[in-house]
């Protein structure tokens, strides 16, 4: 599922974008969900992820340009889309980063058709993610082996090697939701594409590593590992 953030939208252009990108969803057979910000810092200080955030520029523009900036420095896999009544501050929206500026009112076709790209960058990069932000490589999810919390950080466990992401755990959770990344113990996230066998209290992987699956979680992950073998 897309997750998208909206913030500074006004109630007639929060139901207009969220009608349009609903019926977008609808042709295209996505799965999104909306949430709406009034407070610039609850959209900052969001533990939750955001694949795409919608920031219109209409009212308070150079609070809602500062606090769209904020957002995108801490997290640099949102891909931003900027609304104004006005073309002349398209520039301000190329510098911190955004990936379309739309001018209101918006118009279905050319909305549908852009919005089309950026849901194409977005599984893109979901598909390809930066763990390790101090190193400019790209590492592909299906290479990730598991992951698990340590010492406030995350270690993931790739074919390539170890990385270290200084993201809280909870972070990640939310990230991968709805990918074959799933959470099979406390603390501990494992690639269904890696795993050999799911027994009473372990997780055998295909490189011959054993990780926890609690008794909690452990249906879920295997009725999630079967449909996945039945997938290939």
């Not at 209409?58 to 995108?72: C, P, Q, Y």
């Not at 590492?139 to 390539?160: C, G, L, P, Q, W």
């Not at 490189?207 to 992950?221: A, D, E, F, M, Q």
Request: charged share 25%; net charge positive.
């Amino acid at each position: 599922m897309y997750q998208i953030a909206f913030y500074n939208l006004s109630t007639h252009d929060n139901e207009v974008t969220r009608s349009l990108l609903e019926l977008y969803a609808a042709y295209t057979d996505k799965k999104i969900q909306v949430t709406s910000f009034s407070s610039g810092y609850d959209l900052i200080s969001t533990d939750s992820v955001y694949h795409i955030v919608i920031v219109d520029l209409t009212v308070d523009r150079e609070n809602a340009l500062i606090i769209a900036k904020s957002f995108l420095t801490h997290n640099t896999y949102s891909r931003l889309i900027l609304l104004s009544n006005t073309i002349d501050h398209y520039q301000d929206g190329f510098k911190i980063g955004a990936k379309r500026y739309f001018v209101k009112p918006l118009v279905a076709d050319r909305f549908f058709n852009d919005i089309d790209e950026v849901f194409s960058d977005v599984m893109k990069h979901l598909s390809s993610i930066r763990i390790d932000e101090s190193v400019d490589e790209l590492v592909s999810m299906d290479s990730i082996i598991y992951a698990e919390s340590e010492n406030r950080k995350v270690k993931f466990y790739t074919e390539k090697g170890v990385i270290i992401n200084r993201e809280t755990f909870a972070y990640w959770h939310k990230f991968f939701a709805n990918t074959s990344i799933v959470l099979c113990s406390r603390g501990c996230l494992v690639n269904l594409k890696h795993i050999r066998k799911v027994e009473d209290t372990t997780i055998l992987l295909h490189n011959g590593k054993s990780i926890p699956v609690s008794r909690r979680l452990r249906s879920s992950v295997l009725r999630k590992h079967e449909a996945n073998l039945k997938q290939r």
